[in-house]
């Protein structure tokens, strides 16, 4: 068994190769180019709940059988760690991990029962007191749905894009405190199809590592996604 570490006591430059770590998938997401995927990002949190943003680039293979699952726990060795300089970033970690064709997966068995969720308060938001260099979690019911909106040209067969969808809705607390937020691409048709067939009196929704974004239509979606009612994770 290897050594491991927390995610706390990794530092760049000191060690190579770094110590295993123990994680779970928090969550995963794939950047795009050309309509197509280029790299697969994700949200890891270790046992002490703390989390880190690692990258598994496009020109990557897992070993055959392998798939990295959101809610998985696995132990991992042999990565690169670097210090984060994303614009938007998805944890607070100052640093960020990327795995190489060397990197080793084992998966393990759960080491705690956490949802790594860290909710945002609507007010602290609203008040510009959230820096808009990183995501937060929300979570509120759901009202004020626009329309689904086509921002670009569509293809001949195409009936829409995910990478020009766009809808705005408005997310409510207890407290009845309102944020507007808008969600971009795939997650702007979930949430349409949700809405339009939902039938239950409130809609919840969870809204996962989204970003901060100032101006028209107050929130943007950035990274991950909703999660929906029947979905909910909390």
């Not at 790299?39 to 070993?63: H, I, R």
């Not at 991992?76 to 938007?88: A, E, R």
């Not at 569509?154 to 808008?182: M, P, W």
């Amino acid at each position: 068994m290897a050594e491991y570490c927390l995610f706390s006591e990794l530092q760049p430059f000191k060690v190579t190769p770094k110590p295993a770590i123990r994680v779970k998938i928090v969550s995963k997401w794939n950047t795009m180019r050309g309509g197509r995927p280029k790299n697969c990002l994700m949200v890891l949190g270790d046992e002490k709940g703390f989390t880190m943003q690692a990258t598994l680039p496009g020109d990557v293979s897992l070993p055959k059988g392998m798939s990295l699952e959101e809610a998985d726990w696995f132990e991992i060795y042999n990565f690169k760690l670097t210090p984060s300089f994303g614009l938007i970033r998805p944890t607070r970690s100052k640093y960020t991990i990327k795995f190489t064709a060397a990197t080793v997966f084992t998966k393990i068995q759960p080491i705690i029962d956490s949802n790594f969720l860290c909710l945002a308060n609507f007010s602290t938001v609203l008040k510009g007191l959230s820096h808009p260099m990183y995501c937060i979690d929300l979570c509120g019911a759901i009202v004020a749905v626009g329309e689904l909106q086509q921002l670009g040209e569509l293809g001949a067969d195409e009936i829409y894009s995910y990478q020009t969808t766009r809808i705005e809705f408005c997310l409510v607390n207890i407290d009845l405190t309102h944020i507007k937020c808008v969600a971009y691409g795939k997650e702007a048709v979930t949430l349409n199809n949700y809405y339009q067939n939902s039938r239950a009196n409130v809609d919840l929704c969870v809204l996962r590592s989204w970003s901060i974004e100032w101006g028209e239509g107050g929130f943007n979606y950035d990274s991950y996604r909703c999660i929906l009612n029947s979905d909910m994770e909390i």
